[in-house]
């Protein structure tokens, strides 16, 4: 069964600075692979996903994410974290035909001013 | 946005009463689903619904039974609610234009507290 593991509960940043989340995951084939946003008392809105193709690729609000086969990682990325970018990040994992998503147990982002 | 809309956004019950939760959709999307939100459990599949009177088993569907009587209505319902089931819940929606996996779209959340 597929899975996904995400090591960091709670990250802190600074205003500006880097940010890198992990996550790992556990599946046969070719994943399909989801990084959703969750802010405070919000659902979930998805940031960016992976099927096929570059393995580098582009989301919304500035964020990307790299698959790396080799390592079963989906990291995601953003050069330079505004404040607005506190929430919780969920990254998941699909299995093609099935339509139902495995999430990892998020990481906490906090941004210092 | 997606146009979904869960109901009631916030409950609070006691132990042994039962409890519905209604999901509704204006996308006529094919599939729809509960998730439940958990601190250091993520979002777990409930049930979900892959068509009229179509629903199958999620990874944590025991004490929790689901109906679709119509596209745009999903309900959730707890027959015996337990303080275990205290929860924020998820509806999500998802078409299926291929064979292979869509994007699927979350509604606002309902917080349910159990006493």
């Known amino acids: 069964a597929q899975s996904v593991t995400q090591p960091d509960i709670h990250i802190t940043v600074s205003e500006g600075a880097s940010l890198e989340l992990r996550c790992n995951y556990s599946?046969?084939?070719?994943?399909?692979l989801f990084w959703y946003v969750q802010s405070p008392g919000q659902g979930l809105q998805l940031l960016l996903k992976?099927?096929?193709?570059?393995?580098l690729v582009q989301g919304i609000k500035g964020f990307e994410a790299e698959f790396k086969r080799s390592q079963s990682s989906f990291n995601l990325r953003k050069p330079s974290v505004h404040w607005s970018d506190a929430a919780e990040y969920f990254c998941?994992?699909?299995?093609?035909?099935?339509?139902?998503?495995?999430f990892g147990t998020g990481t906490q982002l906090k941004v210092e001013l | 946005d997606a146009g979904i809309t869960q109901s009631p956004r916030h409950k609070v019950t006691e132990t042994g009463t039962p409890v519905t939760l209604r999901c509704h959709q204006t996308?006529?999307?094919?599939?729809m689903y509960w998730y439940r939100q958990d601190p250091g459990h993520g979002l777990r599949l409930i049930h979900y619904?892959?068509?009229?009177?179509?629903?199958d088993k999620g990874e944590v569907s025991d004490g929790y039974s689901v109906s679709r009587s119509k596209t745009e209505d999903f309900l959730l319902t707890l027959e015996s609610a337990t303080s275990s089931q205290t929860s924020v819940y998820f509806c999500?929606?998802?078409?299926?234009?291929?064979?292979?996996?869509?994007?699927?779209?979350f509604g606002p959340g309902t917080r349910l507290t159990v006493l």
């Open positions: 998941a994992v699909a299995t093609g035909g099935g339509n139902k998503l495995t």
């Open positions: 999500a929606i998802s078409e299926a234009r291929t064979s292979d996996y869509n994007e699927q779209f």
């Open positions: 619904s892959y068509g009229v009177k179509d629903t």
């Open positions: 599946y046969g084939a070719t994943p399909y």
């Open positions: 996308e006529n999307h094919r599939y």
């Open positions: 992976y099927f096929s193709g570059d393995t």
